[in-house]
């Protein structure tokens, strides 16, 4: 296991916990805009979250086995659509918008609502955190494409296809390449698969392209040792903490795309990846269990809130914190009920997905 990789997953689901909670402290205390200072940068957890998920893919899927592509699709969709069709049904009921039918059906496909909308959101889903979703599914599918075409190279096969994709449909459908994911391309034919072309050629997908790469370079720079590595992998640590934060206070760059929030998330997580590699680290288990419900957490966090407004009148508690209080109230409920979800449903999904992977293998 890559215990920085764990760390960088909760955190990433911590940091859009606390961009969505950020009005709690907003207009409390003297400085009226306190939480977008200190959490308004934590919508940069997306971005980290694609990068993390390219190198997650490709280092799970280093060791050759029969039928990679039926075990790949296996693995992903129980890791993603149990969590994901609770958190959208949930939602619809705790919520006083109506939806319709096919609305709803859009957002347990993941299907975005509205292409014509802004990039890269495209009006959402039924469930809001879920529009990030449909780029992972969209990913997966590029990525076992590219392992059915070759195993060793699949990282970069992946990286090709995905960049040629975006080479083309942003030469051919808008006035030039952009690497702003608030850019969209205009496609004039709207059919129902045509969301996915939006997808295909968002800035968005190169983040995983970044993952990959980054997996790519730290599986091959396992025979480096040395004191002057230890010391250089602790001395590039602090210097890409110390960049990160300025981005951070700072706001510099601010926006979804691999020149924005991606480029924080490429000069954070080579740092603690390398440190890892050659250090010995001590192992947090507060982080490592942020970790492992990081997606759960990100997942059932706004269904909390939004049942927490309906009920409000039941939970006087609720109804009279403010700032902090309310801010640490909410986000201890949240990561209590993400938790519940992760031993409910989570780990039984994982257990049946072996178990019918063993069925293939038998």
């Known amino acids: 296991m890559i215990y920085s990789i764990a760390y960088a997953r909760g955190l990433a689901a911590l940091f859009v916990?606390?961009?969505?909670?950020?009005?709690?402290?907003?207009?409390?205390?003297s400085q009226a805009n306190l939480g977008e200072i200190l959490f308004g940068p934590g919508v940069s957890g997306v971005d980290i979250f694609f990068v993390v998920s390219g190198f997650i893919i490709v280092y799970s899927t280093r060791k050759i086995e029969s039928r990679p592509a039926a075990k790949f699709i296996i693995r992903r969709v129980f890791r993603i659509y149990p969590l994901l069709f609770l958190s959208v049904i949930l939602f619809v009921f705790v919520t006083p918008t109506e939806y319709s039918a096919i609305q709803i059906i859009k957002s347990l496909?993941?299907?975005?609502?509205?292409?014509s909308q802004d990039a890269p959101y495209f009006g959402y889903n039924v469930y809001v955190p879920a529009w990030t979703?449909?780029?992972e599914v969209i990913f997966y599918a590029v990525f076992v494409s590219s392992m059915l075409i070759t195993h060793q190279f699949r990282a970069y096969v992946c990286s090709l296809i995905i960049l040629?994709?975006?080479l083309y449909f942003n030469t051919h459908f808008s006035d030039g390449v952009s690497l702003d994911a608030h850019d969209s391309v205009s496609i004039s034919y709207q059919h129902f698969g045509a969301g996915f072309f939006y997808i295909l050629s968002s800035p968005m997908m190169l983040e995983f392209i970044f993952g990959m790469m980054l997996c790519e370079v730290y599986e091959r720079s396992g025979d480096l040792k040395g004191e002057f590595f230890?010391?250089?992998?602790?001395?590039?640590?602090?210097?890409?903490?110390g960049v990160f934060m300025t981005f951070w206070f700072s706001w510099w760059s601010f926006g979804h795309g691999p020149l924005k929030f991606g480029l924080w998330a490429v000069v954070i997580l080579p740092a603690i990846l390398f440190y890892e590699k050659f250090n010995e680290i001590k192992v947090s288990g507060k982080i490592s269990f942020l970790g492992d419900?990081?997606?759960?957490?990100?997942m059932t966090h706004i269904v909390v809130v939004y049942a927490l407004g309906w009920y409000a009148d039941y939970i006087p508690l609720y109804k009279s914190l403010s700032g902090f209080a309310k801010l640490f109230y909410v986000s201890t409920l949240c990561i209590a009920i993400a938790y519940l979800c992760h031993i409910a449903i989570e780990k039984p999904m994982h257990r049946l997905s072996r178990r019918i992977i063993s069925s293939l293998d038998n």
Do not use: E
């Open 17 to 29: 916990l606390l961009f969505h909670f950020r009005d709690y402290i907003n207009g409390v205390y």
């Open 109 to 115: 496909i993941p299907y975005h609502l509205d292409y």
């Open 133 to 135: 979703i449909t780029y």
């Open 164 to 166: 040629l994709i975006f």
């Open 230 to 241: 230890i010391k250089a992998s602790r001395a590039y640590l602090w210097f890409c903490f």
């Open 293 to 298: 419900i990081s997606y759960s957490l990100y």
